[in-house]
């Protein structure tokens, strides 16, 4: 056995604790914060939201009782103090330096500093240790490396001036943020191997709608961190960041047995109902009852006493009341008691990490077990590209099996009848899936359903006939004289009664 005496660099660290950045989501992707007495690199472009998580993190360290140092050669005083409010904050508590502001030139200042373009590198450097030395902090932000590079004039002066800074914070029981807006160009490796870790912010355009940020942690040595893109939003309050989903990390315990969608024929195509872990994909052409059918799966939920969520993307919540209401299907008492939770998402404004970390607190938080997506159509504009659709829908699916989460998921097909196709093919994520088609008979507009393909359960291989009553969903009979429905080519062979041979004829008002 190894001799206890001696500790590794980690449980060095962990013994030492760790800096929260301020930032709920970072802290996650960041195993915990930042390991204390360490010097770290915060870089990105201009306006990808730096100097706010450099607040975030000081204003954290003020309400630990830390002291904090806020270093600025590229921001004012009035401008800092500007940022801060637009937060709703206070820097109070945190002492700023501004090097090349009316305080730097104060004589109350100890120091000699002169304006950037006017003295050298060393002086800068100095200027700086001996700030820190007098307030001894344990926090500390320098704003920003590009002034300092701009004086050292050769690249192994400011690698030597970075080290200097680096050791000396170390010695004071400094943890500091260093931030740089890459102007250098992309990717300084010189700062990369002398920072003890990394964090890159990225701002990427849009055609349309707001541009999008994500975060992503370069390095971080001697600490496992979530790895890969994380989205983040810049917003009043500062930054929200929604760490990667893994489902592997979030598998539990869970009863297997099939509950009923409120549809006893539809129970019996699926093989016995919905299987608790897995989800369903509703596909068909616009109009043929996608929506009324999930509206249906998710009442019986309701009146089992589950909490249902429903995202909605493509319409508004009014509309799927009053339609739900012309249905009989009261969902009004639900949402009124809190049992089901609502929420409409405009794609242009929603993020990918946004809409899977909403629907994680859901299911943590507000103990849902069934999800409705409607529409997986609309939710793709909401992503920045079919491969990360793919990704990470199947990210998303895979944590809401793994929590025992029954899950619907409308997609709508290009067309009303014959060939019909979608935005994109998701069939072979889905554990099961029905598919809805028009057909034509006796002078009518018709519906079809089908269960195409079930995972989890022995499913029905019948066309049966569809349509939205009185009462909600209404299933008929397998299509027996029918041939070629699902080619959108019907043709009828015998005297099968349809639903509507029934329908008596209501007495005049």
């Not at 930032?23 to 914060?33: P, Q």
């Not at 002398?194 to 390095?219: E, F, M, S």
Request: charged share 20%.
């Amino acid at each position: 056995m190894s001799n206890n005496s001696h500790t590794s660099p980690l449980q060095q660290q962990q013994a030492q604790g760790l800096a929260s950045t301020g930032v709920t989501g970072l802290d996650d992707i960041l195993s915990g914060g930042l390991p204390k007495r360490h010097l770290y690199l915060v870089e990105g472009s201009p306006g990808t939201g730096k100097t706010t998580l450099a607040m975030q993190f000081l204003m954290e360290g003020r309400e630990k009782g830390e002291r904090a140092l806020y270093v600025t050669l590229s921001e004012t005083l009035e401008e800092l103090t500007q940022v801060a409010a637009s937060h709703g904050w206070t820097l109070d508590g945190i002492q700023v330096y501004d090097l090349v502001g009316e305080e730097g030139l104060s004589e109350e200042s100890e120091q000699t500093i002169l304006h950037p373009s006017d003295f050298e590198l060393g002086e800068t450097t100095n200027a700086v240790m001996r700030l820190v030395g007098d307030l001894k902090p344990h926090r500390v932000v320098f704003d920003s490396l590009s002034e300092l590079r701009m004086l050292a004039q050769s690249s192994l002066r400011y690698r030597r001036q970075i080290l200097a800074l680096k050791r000396f914070f170390a010695q004071l029981d400094c943890t500091v943020l260093m931030l740089d807006d890459k102007s250098s160009g992309e990717g300084d490796q010189q700062l990369h191997s002398i920072a003890h870790g990394v964090i890159h912010l990225n701002q990427n355009a849009r055609d349309y709608g707001p541009d999008k940020r994500n975060v992503r942690v370069v390095k971080l040595r001697g600490v496992k961190f979530r790895s890969g893109e994380h989205d983040f939003n810049l917003e009043h309050g500062g930054l929200q960041v929604f760490p990667r989903l893994v489902a592997g990390e979030h598998g539990r315990s869970f009863n297997e047995q099939p509950v009923s969608t409120g549809t006893p024929a539809l129970d019996q195509m699926l093989g016995g109902g919905l299987s608790p872990g897995s989800n369903l994909l509703l596909a068909g052409p616009a109009g043929v009852g996608k929506t009324t059918t999930a509206t249906s799966c998710a009442l019986a939920a309701l009146q089992r006493g589950e909490r249902v969520a429903y995202y909605l993307f493509d319409e508004g919540l009014k509309t799927l009341r009053q339609r739900s209401r012309a249905l009989g299907l009261d969902i009004d008492s639900f949402i009124a008691s809190g049992h089901l939770f609502i929420r409409s998402f405009d794609p242009a404004e929603v993020s990918p990490g946004q809409f899977a970390n909403s629907v994680r607190g859901a299911v943590e938080k507000d103990g849902v077990q069934l999800v409705v997506l409607d529409s997986l159509n609309s939710y793709l504009q909401a992503m920045p590209g079919g491969k990360s659709l793919l990704l990470q829908m199947h990210e998303l699916l895979a944590y809401l099996n793994a929590r025992g989460i029954v899950t619907l998921i409308i997609l709508s097909l290009h067309g009303t009848v014959g060939e019909m196709q979608s935005d994109i093919d998701l069939s072979y994520l889905s554990d099961a899936m029905v598919q809805y088609r028009f057909f034509e008979a006796r002078g009518n507009c018709l519906k079809a359903i089908s269960v195409i393909k079930s995972r989890t359960l022995r499913h029905e291989s019948t066309i049966r006939e569809f349509r939205l009553g009185r009462n909600g969903v209404e299933i008929g009979e397998p299509l027996a004289d029918f041939h070629g429905i699902l080619a959108g080519a019907a043709q009828y062979g015998g005297r099968q009664a349809l639903l509507g041979d029934t329908d008596v004829a209501l007495p005049a008002r």
